[in-house]
Structures are given as structure tokens and as C-alpha cells.
T-cell receptor, first 112, second 113 residues
Framework: DAGITQSPRHKVTETGTPVTLRCHQT?????MYWYRQDPGHGLRLIHY???????DKGEVSDGYSVSRSKTEDFLLTLESATSSQTSVYFC???????????FGEGSWLTVV | DQQVKQNSPSLSVQEGRISILNCDYT??????FLWYKKYPAEGPTFLIS?????DKNEDGRFTVFLNKSAKHLSLHIVPSQPGDSAVYFC????????????FGTGTRLKVLA
């Protein structure tokens, strides 16, 4: 168990509403990531963070923003949710070696 | 541009036999290659990794082979067990100031009892 907690685990929201997903880690790892998993696409990187207040875009960042005010917390925000953002979202952490990344249990988001 | 590719969406294997999952990549600058297993409604769990300077790594029933000239890696599971039935993701890490992990689309393995 990599000490990663995602909340909420399940959420149904309406199109146009803002949504924030939270990732909390107890491992004190510097690197944190948000991925989404969709059929036929595998896991795609949305945003990542390499330290407090240091974040950058991944391959599918449009419509998403992130914030990291503390080492242990990484927030993913959908400013105005769309149906195309219905997905499973995974938070992940890694140490500086590059040879392992650990995932949380996922947040299932449905936008209706 | 899909830098990590898993061309087989699914694979069925008889219990006790060998399962071979394949992965191709395009970027020769990847540092590590990783395999993950994912059960439904759970997060991916780490299985095994291999450095780009190695050609084989073994951990119990799991062995990963890396062929750098072909830009190909494979995961061998011997013997396969029904509990191995899951989706397997291949991934590669790339360092450019920070590590980024790029994943394939996954292969669904079904081990038949």
C-alpha cells in the first residue's frame, strides 16, 4: 500500500459544474501525477508536479487545472465539467529514481 | 504520437502455461520500463521494472525481457494462474528535468482454469 488516498472515490456531477479531486500522500514523495484511464487509451497524463507550487501539463491537460500547496496534497480541478471528462482518475506518486510509480485507488467521475 | 504501444488488446492462456505480453516503444531515451497489473475497480499495481541498460529482470514468476535494438519488451508469466487475469500496462519513464511515465493502452489477460 503506497499511502495514497483519493477523494471522492465516486462522484456524479452535472455538465458545467466545477469539480475538484483530491490526492493525499503519506510518503513525502516529491513527484505527483494525475492520470485518466479511458477504454482504448490506457493511462494518459493530465498534469504532474515536481514540488510544492511546481506543476506542469501532461498530454491531455485541456479543461483541467492543478494545485499543490503542500507536499502531501495534489488537487485536480475541472473548472466546468463536460461529458468528455467522464472517466476514472488516478493519482500517482514516485520517488526520484524513475523506476517506480505508485497509484491510488482511483476516482470515478461521471458528468451528466 | 503513441510512444509506448501494446498491440494486443487481449490474450487468453491456459492455467499453468506461459503468458507472454508484448510492448513496443519508439523513444530510445527511455530510462526504465515498467509493468503494471490492474484489476477492475482498483488502481494499477507495480509488478516489475527493468533499466534500459539491462536486458532481463526476473522476480518470481515474472520475467521482463528488453530488446533495445528492436525497441521491444515482453513480460513472461510462468506458470500462469487464474489470479493473473487482469489488464496489464506497459510503461516507460523519461527524464527531462523530472520523470514522466508514459503508458501503453493495456492488454487484458485471461487465464483459463
Amino acid at each position: 500500500d503506497a499511502g495514497i488516498t483519493q477523494s471522492p472515490r465516486h462522484k456524479v456531477t452535472e455538465t458545467g459544474t466545477p469539480v475538484t479531486l483530491r490526492c493525499h500522500q503519506t510518503e513525502n514523495h516529491r513527484y505527483m501525477y494525475w492520470y485518466r484511464q479511458d477504454p482504448g487509451h490506457g493511462l494518459r497524463l493530465i498534469h504532474y508536479s515536481y514540488g510544492v507550487k511546481d506543476t506542469d501539463k501532461g498530454e491531455v491537460s485541456d479543461g483541467y487545472s492543478v494545485s499543490r500547496s503542500k507536499t502531501e496534497d495534489f488537487l485536480l480541478t475541472l473548472e466546468s465539467a463536460t461529458s468528455s471528462q467522464t472517466s476514472v482518475y488516478f493519482c500517482a506518486i514516485s520517488d526520484p529514481t524513475g523506476n517506480t510509480i505508485y497509484f491510488g485507488e482511483g476516482s470515478w467521475l461521471t458528468v451528466v | 504520437d503513441q510512444q509506448v504501444k501494446q498491440n494486443s488488446p487481449s490474450l487468453s492462456v491456459q492455467e499453468g502455461r506461459i503468458s507472454i505480453l508484448n510492448c513496443d516503444y519508439t523513444n530510445s531515451m527511455f530510462d526504465y520500463f515498467l509493468w503494471y497489473k490492474k484489476y477492475p475497480a482498483e488502481g494499477p499495481t507495480f509488478l516489475i521494472s527493468i533499466s534500459s541498460i539491462k536486458d532481463k529482470n526476473e522476480d518470481g514468476r515474472f520475467t521482463v525481457f528488453l530488446n533495445k535494438s528492436a525497441k521491444h519488451l515482453s513480460l513472461h508469466i510462468v506458470p500462469s494462474q487464474p489470479g493473473d487475469s487482469a489488464v496489464y500496462f506497459c510503461a516507460a519513464s523519461l527524464y527531462s528535468g523530472t520523470y514522466k511515465y508514459i503508458f501503453g493502452t493495456g492488454t487484458r489477460l485471461k487465464v483459463l482454469a
